[in-house]
């Protein structure tokens, strides 16, 4: 599996440079996000601007980091998205659970208010 990783200090964009997210990727994408979360990246944008295809494993994977990051920061899709990712993700009605962005400087300015958002709510309690 291709990928870059840029970590920043507030997230960590992590860019999948194959174009299939398959079974043959996804079990070293899933322990890529078991790391990087146990490393303590608080904020992930998944960038898959370059993915064109995505199976069930691939769907699983992405799943997998959204459950990792759910009480912990955010885990922010960024794209834009291929049209048969789009279609896999609406088929599978995951676009009201996952966090779709269609670029990664708006996927960033999302993380920054998200960030501000939880530390008013920490500071009310």
Not at 7 to 26: C, M, P, R
Not at 47 to 73: C, F, H, P
Not at 96 to 116: G, K, N
Request: net charge negative; no cysteine; glycine share 4%.
């Amino acid at each position: 599996m291709k990928f870059e990783l840029d970590k920043q200090e507030k997230y960590s964009i992590f860019k999948i440079e194959d174009t299939n997210l398959n079974s043959v990727v996804a079990p070293d994408l899933k322990s890529e996000f078991i790391f990087l979360r146990n490393e303590g990246v608080k904020n992930l944008i998944f960038d898959m601007s370059e993915v064109q295809y995505v199976d069930s494993s691939g769907l699983s994977s992405i799943l997998t980091a959204n459950r990792l990051w759910k009480d912990y920061g955010s885990f922010v899709i960024a794209g834009p998205l291929a049209d048969a990712v789009k279609r896999l993700i609406e088929i599978s009605r995951l676009e009201t659970i996952l966090t779709i962005i269609p670029t990664v400087s708006e996927s960033i300015e999302f993380v920054f208010m998200e960030e501000i958002e939880r530390s008013m709510l920490s500071e009310e309690e």
